[in-house]
Antibody, heavy 122, light 108 residues
Framework: DVLLEEFGGGLVQPGGSLRLSCAAS????????MTWVRQAPGKGLEWVSA????????YYSDSVKGRFSISRDNSKNTLYLQMDKLRAADTATYFC???????????????WGRGTLVTVSS | SYVMTQPPSVSVAPGETATIACGGE??????VHWYQQKPGQAPLLVIY???DRPSGIPERFSGANSGNTATLTISRVEAGDEADYHC???????????FGGGTKLTVL
C-alpha cells in the first residue's frame, strides 16, 4: 500500500526557515510526480509546489515562489520542501501527495499523507 | 493566476441529488478534478479529468465541465457523503495547480 509520511513541521518565527520531509513507500517513487498542498486552519486547500519524477521540472504557486524550494532524493524515496522567509500566512498543515499516473506528470494527486502542521508565530 | 469559485455550502436531503459548482473563466477548456475531504482526514480524489472515477468511487459520483462551470453531482446522497468538496485544475499559463475555495456539503 502507498504510504506517505510528512515530517519537520513545528513552530517557527516569522522570517525563519523550516524543511519538511515526506517519506514515501509502497510504490516506485522515482516514477511519480509529487506535490505539496497546504491547508490553513479552517480553510480550503492551497496548492503549493510540485515536481516531476526526475526532479527536473519544478513548479510553485505565486504565494511561495522565491521563498520555497521543492526537491526529491529518489535514492531515499523522500520528498522535501525547504521553506524560507516564512510568514504568518504560511501557517497551515502541509500535505505531500503522489501523482495519479506513473511516468507522466498529470498533476492529479490521488494519495496523500496525513500532513504536518507548520505554525509561523512570534 | 487562475481563479475558481465554489459556493461555500450546499445542503441536500438524503436520497436526493447534490450538485456542486466550480466556476472559472473558460474552465471548460481545462481538466477539472474533484476531492472529498472529511473532517480530520486527508482529501480523497473522487473525480478526475472532468468525469472519470478512480477505482472504488461509487457511480453515484459524476462530473461535467463546459463553458465557465464545472459540476460535481452526487446522486442518491447518503449521510456518509457529508464532507468538503474541492475542485482543482492545472493552470498551464501560470504553470501551477489551483484549488477552488471548497464547498461544504451538508446532508440534512
Amino acid at each position: 500500500d502507498v504510504l506517505l509520511e510528512e515530517f519537520g513541521g513545528g513552530l517557527v518565527q516569522p522570517g525563519g526557515s523550516l524543511r519538511l520531509s515526506c517519506a514515501a513507500s509502497g510504490f516506485i517513487f522515482r516514477d511519480y510526480a509529487m506535490t505539496w498542498v497546504r491547508q490553513a486552519p479552517g480553510k480550503g486547500l492551497e496548492w503549493v509546489s510540485a515536481l516531476s519524477g526526475s526532479g527536473g521540472n519544478t513548479y510553485y504557486s505565486d504565494s511561495v515562489k522565491g521563498r520555497f524550494s521543492i526537491s526529491r532524493d529518489n535514492s531515499k524515496n523522500t520528498l522535501y520542501l525547504q521553506m524560507d522567509k516564512l510568514r504568518a500566512a504560511d501557517t497551515a498543515t502541509y500535505f505531500c501527495a503522489k501523482d495519479l499516473f506513473a511516468t507522466s506528470s498529470s498533476w492529479i494527486v490521488n494519495s496523500w499523507g496525513r500532513g504536518t502542521l507548520v505554525t509561523v508565530s512570534s | 493566476s487562475y481563479v475558481m469559485t465554489q459556493p461555500p455550502s450546499v445542503s441536500v436531503a438524503p436520497g436526493e441529488t447534490a450538485t456542486i459548482a466550480c466556476g472559472g473563466e473558460d474552465i471548460g477548456s481545462k481538466s477539472v478534478h474533484w476531492y472529498q475531504q472529511k473532517p480530520g482526514q486527508a482529501p480523497l480524489l473522487v473525480i478526475y479529468y472532468d468525469s472519470d472515477r478512480p477505482s472504488g468511487i461509487p457511480e453515484r459520483f459524476s462530473g461535467a465541465n463546459s463553458g465557465n462551470t464545472a459540476t460535481l453531482t452526487i446522486s442518491r446522497v447518503e449521510a456518509g457523503d457529508e464532507a468538503d468538496y474541492h475542485c482543482q485544475v492545472w493552470d498551464r499559463d501560470g504553470e501551477q495547480g489551483v484549488f477552488g475555495g471548497g464547498t461544504k456539503l451538508t446532508v440534512l
